[in-house]
Structure formats: structure tokens, C-alpha cells
């Protein structure tokens, strides 16, 4: 086993969605009745979304045979623990799945169905596994102040059962505002759910410093921030970490390259990061994957990325007493490994 395989890892940037396995979908589809391909090859290549895509919209199109696919408890449970299995099964420790609740209502499950049914995933999923699991709720720019502010208070109540973080998604360019949602925030933080929101995949630095405006503890992407020194020195002093998806931002479109990626610029100047793959099907890589990518095309060194995943502790949306027994295995497993240790 190689040293990145081995690597414990936190992964905080995944959404479920973006994260079916093909089998899995090739059979939802064929049981739910769904029109989609019906050979392993034809599903992956409708799953996966294309490389690189010409901006955020064509990518966020790849979502929508998963979405259908997502429309009962059954299938929501399923992939959910289906997911962190996948995840345990490559070393990451602690893993963060985000989701749009109101994107599984469509065929008439309720909406605390729908929740219950996620949580019940990766409850029974974080038990076989041992990977410690949280949860957080995705409110989309494009859907209704009034029902985002709804799912915030119903996704509060499930706080106790591993539900601990917030988020706002979607497209930016249609609406750049996150303000617009300023209510649904409001009630989720009053719920005692920690803030994200992604930003910064359209409209550069500004759209990421525009996301301040919700006070959140971090923000999803946000790479962007790096041409502005002024914004980068400000997301330093107030802690505000970037939750950085190399392989994702090139899909995208808004880093034309893997090498011109700057996780690693922003680390070296003290940024809070992070780094995780935002989606392991949509994107087609692992999480090992990801951190490979990161050494041998970005340039991290492997000191700085082991410092860059043990960080990931330090800013989960889970509290200390969960998070302790980690940094100590953490910890315990980098001790003595001498590629880790800064020269």
C-alpha cells in the first residue's frame, strides 16, 4: 500500500448526488422505471460530467439523471451508505456529505422523509464503517427564499442525528446574490447549523469576497480568491477556510489546468484550505485520487498536504469531542513517517 492510500483522510467538500456508483443507478433506473442508459458504459458516460466543460451550467447538467434517480427514501438511503462505504474503503476517516433536500421531493416524499432517509445512511453506514460522518444541507440559489428557509428549519431538527452544516449551491451566474437567501441562513444558524456556501465558481474574486456577506465559516471553492491579496489576507485573519476541489474547478472551467490550480499558493500564504473531490462520480476520481493529483501536478509537497488533510480536522462541522479521537489517530499515524516532516 502506498503512502497516500494509507494517508487517513477528511474529506469535507462531497455531495451526494455527484457520488452514485454506476451499478447502483443502472439498477434504480431499471426498478423506478427512469429513462437512462441500460449498459454499465452508457451509464458511466451519463453520469459523468465532460472534461472540461465549457462553464459551471454544462457541469451542473450532470446532475440531473442522479437527481431523478433520488426521488424515494430507498434509493436515498441507499447511496448514501453506499457513499461513505466507498469513502471508508479508501482511508478517509472523516467525511462530510452535502445534499439538496428539496431536489428529492419531486414524486411526493416529504421532505423530512427525505432527510430522515439520508441520515439514516449514514448512521448505519458510519457504524460498519467506522468513518465518522456529518451531514450537511444544501439550499439552492435557484430555488424559493421561502422554501430554503423552510428546509433550513426542517434540516435543524435533525441536528441531533448527525445533521451539523448548512449550504447554499447552484448557479451563480443566474443568481450571484447570496443574500437573496439571507432568511434561510438566518434560521439556519438560530438551528445551531454551521455556514458554508459555495462561491467563486463564476465571477472571480468578488463573487468570493460577495459570500462574506453571509458570515460563514467556509466557503466551497473560492479558489478565485487568490488574485486578490487583499481578500486572501482578509479570509486569513477572519479563519474563513476554502474548501478547494482541484480536478472539479479544471472541469469546470475556471482553472484551465491542474498545474495552474493555486490550493497550493494559498496554503504557502497561510489561507485556511482544505481539499477534497466535491463529487467522486461527476468527477470520476478518488479522494486518493485527488491528493495524488495535488503532488504531482499542483506541487504540493507531501509535508504540506498531510498538513492540509490533518487541518481538515480542525475546521469540520463536528465538535470536539468527536473530533479528539481523530487528531489523535491522525497524529499517532504520521508519527515518525519521515516524507511528512518539514524539511
Known amino acids: 500500500m502506498t503512502l497516500l492510500e494509507s494517508m487517513p483522510k477528511a474529506e469535507l467538500h462531497l455531495h451526494l448526488d455527484g457520488s452514485v456508483r454506476v451499478d447502483t443507478a443502472l439498477e434504480l433506473a431499471r426498478t423506478r422505471g427512469v429513462d437512462a442508459p441500460t449498459t454499465w458504459r452508457g451509464m458511466f458516460d451519463a453520469l459523468v460530467a465532460p472534461m472540461p466543460c465549457r462553464d459551471q451550467a454544462e457541469l451542473l447538467r450532470a446532475f440531473d439523471l442522479p437527481i431523478l434517480l433520488m426521488q424515494d427514501a430507498e434509493a436515498l438511503e441507499r447511496i448514501t451508505a453506499e457513499l461513505v462505504e466507498t469513502k471508508a474503503g479508501e482511508g478517509v476517516r472523516y467525511l462530510e456529505i452535502r445534499w439538496g433536500p428539496l431536489l428529492h421531493v ?47 428549519a426542517a434540516a435543524s431538527r435533525f441536528r441531533d ?22 432568511r434561510a441562513f438566518e434560521v439556519a444558524r438560530a438551528g445551531g447549523l454551521r455556514i458554508t456556501v459555495h462561491a467563486g465558481e463564476w465571477g472571480g474574486a468578488a463573487q468570493v ?33 476554502l474548501d478547494l476541489c482541484p480536478t472539479s474547478n479544471v472541469q469546470t472551467g475556471y482553472v484551465p489546468s491542474l498545474a495552474a490550480h493555486r490550493i497550493g499558493a494559498l ?77
Not at 419531486?106 to 441520515?119: H, N, P, Q, R, W
Not at 471553492?221 to 479570509?235: F, K, Q, R, S, T
Not at 462541522?317 to 487528531?327: E, I, K, M, V
Open 267 to 343: 496554503h504557502r500564504v497561510g489561507a485556511p484550505v482544505t481539499l477534497s473531490t466535491d463529487d467522486t462520480t461527476v468527477s470520476d476520481v478518488t479522494l486518493t485520487e485527488e491528493y495524488a493529483r495535488a503532488v504531482a501536478e499542483i506541487g504540493l509537497t507531501m509535508p504540506e498536504l498531510w498538513a492540509i488533510d490533518r487541518f481538515a480536522l480542525d475546521v469540520a462541522f463536528a465538535d470536539d469531542a468527536t473530533l479528539a479521537p481523530l487528531r489523535v489517530e491522525f497524529d499517532r499515524w504520521a508519527a515518525g513517517i519521515p516524507e511528512l516532516s518539514p524539511s
Open 106 to 152: 419531486a414524486k411526493g416524499l416529504s421532505l423530512e422523509d427525505g432527510i430522515g432517509a439520508v441520515v439514516r445512511g449514514a448512521t448505519s453506514a458510519a457504524a460498519k464503517t467506522g468513518t465518522v460522518v456529518r451531514l450537511i444541507a444544501t439550499a439552492l440559489r435557484s430555488h424559493d427564499p421561502a422554501d430554503n428557509a423552510r428546509l433550513a
Open 161 to 182: 442525528r448527525g445533521l451539523s452544516g448548512w449550504d447554499l449551491a447552484g448557479p451563480e451566474a443566474a443568481f450571484p446574490d447570496p443574500l437573496l437567501h439571507g
Open 209 to 241: 469576497r460577495r459570500a462574506l456577506e453571509v458570515n460563514p465559516e467556509r466557503i466551497a471553492h473560492g479558489e478565485p480568491a487568490a488574485d486578490d491579496p487583499a481578500l486572501v489576507a482578509e479570509l486569513t485573519a477572519r479563519g474563513v477556510c
